[in-house]
């Protein structure tokens, strides 16, 4: 499985936007990024998991920093229609996403991933996967020890 | 942007599973990847959300229909070292992407799909996306449908 992996990628200009307790029921989505395009606002990374007992959910996602403010705004205007309780937002965190074409599955990868952060205390703020990645936001300060552990727990650093 | 999207896609194959409440400190996420890693579990999406108030957050990862009964029994063994308050599962869910290579924002791809699955009451359980893709778990009974709306809304139906 490890020689599945083929490259870590990253990219710095990453802001995150939380909608905390949004209510989980058809339209809410669509009430989201409806303002959002129509503002032309460029999204990037979006994650939303099932919902909790209360039937509510937290959806997140990430814009390029200088678009952070007219997002928020877009969602305030819009704040009845959708239904958050709270907004939440970071500016300082960057993607860090492990490639591998081929995965049979992300168990493996995302073990040596996720070990290799967690060695150098290194915590995982967000996670999603797609056929061939792993990617996580983590806090940028962490971005060089990050990458360096990760190319030498793939294995990526030896020439 | 709607020239952007080339297809959509789906997989029937999938069973969800959740952590309830995970601890969000380093090495919590190794934890549940190694042992499900380590029993030879295909792991296909991983989505975790930013944590709450409480310094907890739910982790869910879906496997083939097939291997949910192993994984579960993996993770109640490592119940007391992850630390996780509840395991939740589900079997009929599919997942449904919509592919765009090229796509600049996801926000208008995002739009039209979500705006699709609501106008036919399909309520969205979990999302993720990549660079070229938005994908979305929904119940399996509304899969047909789903496929039908989302080619007509990207205009993939015309010949
Ligand atoms: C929370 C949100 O995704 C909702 N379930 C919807 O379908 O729009
Ligand atoms: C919740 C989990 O992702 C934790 N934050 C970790 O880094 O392992």
Redesign the interface.
């Known amino acids: 499985?490890q020689a599945v992996v083929s490259g870590v990628t990253y990219s710095r200009d990453e802001a995150?936007i939380?909608l905390r307790s949004v209510p989980?029921?058809?339209?809410?989505?669509?009430g989201?990024?409806?303002p959002?395009?129509e503002a032309?606002?460029?999204?990037?990374?979006?994650?939303?998991?099932?919902?909790s007992k209360e039937k509510t959910t937290?959806?997140?996602?990430t814009v390029g920093r200088a678009e952070v403010e007219r997002a928020l705004a877009v969602l305030e205007k819009h704040a009845e229609s959708i239904g958050y309780e709270e907004l939440?937002s970071e500016h300082n965190v960057v993607k860090v996403s492990v490639i591998g074409v081929g995965m049979?599955?992300?168990?493996?990868v995302?073990?040596t991933m996720?070990?290799a952060?967690?060695e150098?205390?290194?915590?995982?703020?967000?996670?999603?996967?797609?056929?061939i990645?792993?990617?996580v936001l983590i806090a940028e300060e962490y971005l060089e020890l990050a990458l360096r552990s990760l190319h030498s727990a793939y294995g990526l650093d030896k020439v």
Chains 1, 2 share one sequence.
Request: aromatic share 6%.
């Open positions: 499985e995150k939380t989980d029921r058809p339209g809410i989505a669509a989201i990024f409806g959002l395009a032309a606002i460029n999204v990037d990374m979006i994650v939303q998991n099932i919902s937290d959806l997140t996602f939440a049979r599955s992300h168990a493996g995302a073990q996720f070990g952060l967690a150098k205390g290194i915590n995982i703020e967000v996670i999603t996967t797609s056929e990645k792993v990617s």
